[in-house]
């Protein structure tokens, strides 16, 4: 056999087997993508494109511009009461996707187990696989809003768990925490002595209560690696540009594996980047309260048409649940792409025990999602007559 085990073994990523069906069908309203509709600002774009006509062409430091290091820790310790050493405890990277990457493979031994919250974005288990890990599933539940607790956290725990992953607001659940809820997981992390790898992508995007960063906590600093980037909250996926920090000794391992396998990150999105971080929280606050206005939307109606969904509280997904339709979310999806033109995500491509569910993004014009609630309506109501 020529390809790894490892690798053959793989799923490939559920959402991407589904948009192959999408591909090349006319007129689809697509909620499935997670990604911002809206284009970068036109500020961070053409400091990108002045940057390219200054000749900055170059590698960059492996850690990434010294200068927006610094933006960052700057930044952080005025945003968020956080204060990290800008060349020691911090790595910019090819995304929060790169990041992940690093992280477990800096600080997995082959056999060492990460719990893994399900639902949860697709990469999570299978990097932790390729790193030589286990993961370990930590089951959330509707009836919880999907919260990770430290109960469930304390039934999932095992012998040779080292981590654990959090990611607020949740891809796909929306879920966030408050401060309070943290510190209850916070107190399991420290009980167990674990790693925590926080994700906190879509931290900008929160619409009901202030973000807190778990590395803010009383202790939590030198245990969690915190990840964070330019795709979501600047509408920037394209330029491929994340930050890791935390404990200076994780975070030379992670830039050693980086510096032999991407080098730098590319130095016109560092560029774009630095202006984002000094002058886009403008455009970020636009963004998030149109989408604030179309959350309120899409979970008012999703319940209207009984498609029962709690209120996400952050990210730009809902996560309804189809449960009484007697049909499993993948042929949910199929069906409804095939009769009304609406692709979303069904949910066993977050987790095992996801299949009841369904994954919408709210990241499409209201005009899109008023389109595609008038299409789910007709399509609930063939569905119902057929049962
Ligand atoms: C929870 C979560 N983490 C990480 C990523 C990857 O982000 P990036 O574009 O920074 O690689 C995504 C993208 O969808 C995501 O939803």
Redesign the pocket.
Known sequence: MQVAKLVEELPPSGIRAFFDLVLGMKDVISLGV??PDFVTPWNVREHAIYSLEQGYTSYTSNKGLPELRKDIAKFLKWRRGLEYDWDNEMLIT???????DLVFRAILNPGEKVLVHEP??V?YAPLVKLAGGEPVAVITTAEEHFKVTPRKLEQAYTKGVKAMIL?YP??PTGTSYTRQELLGIARFAKKHDLLVIS?E??DELSYDFEHTPLASLPGMKERVIY?N????AYAM?GF???WAAGPAKILAAMTKIHQYTIMCAPITSQMAAREAMRNGAKDVQAMVREYNRRRNFIVASLNELGLTCHMPQG?FYAFPSIKGLGISSLDFAKELLEREKVALVPGNAFGSQCSDHIRISYASSYDNLREAVARIKKYMEWRRGKK
């Open positions: 997670g990604e090819v995304g929060v996707s790169e990041a992940m949860c974005f990469a990611n949740c891809n994700d992508v879509y990840l980037g330019f795709s979501k996926t491929r540009l994340g990210a």
